[in-house]
C-alpha cells in the first residue's frame, strides 16, 4: 500500500507540472506575436519600397 500511493504522489506532480508548463506555453504564444507585431509596427519605420511603374525613355520614330 506504501508504493501505491507514493505513485500517486508523483503522478499528482507530474500533472500539476505538466500543467504549470503547458500554461507558460500557452501563455508565450498568445502574448510574444503581440510584442513582436508592435516591435516591427513602429510609427517611425521609412517606406523604402520601390515604385512599380518605371518611366523607360524611348526612341520616338
Request: proline share 3%.
Amino acid at each position: 500500500m506504501n508504493s501505491n500511493s507514493q505513485s500517486a504522489n508523483t503522478d499528482t506532480y507530474s500533472q500539476r507540472l505538466a500543467d504549470i508548463v503547458g500554461t507558460a506555453i500557452a501563455l508565450l504564444t498568445l502574448i510574444l506575436p503581440v510584442f513582436v507585431i508592435a516591435h516591427y509596427s513602429s510609427t517611425d519605420v521609412q517606406n523604402n519600397q520601390q515604385p512599380l511603374v518605371q518611366n523607360f525613355k524611348g526612341s520616338q520614330d
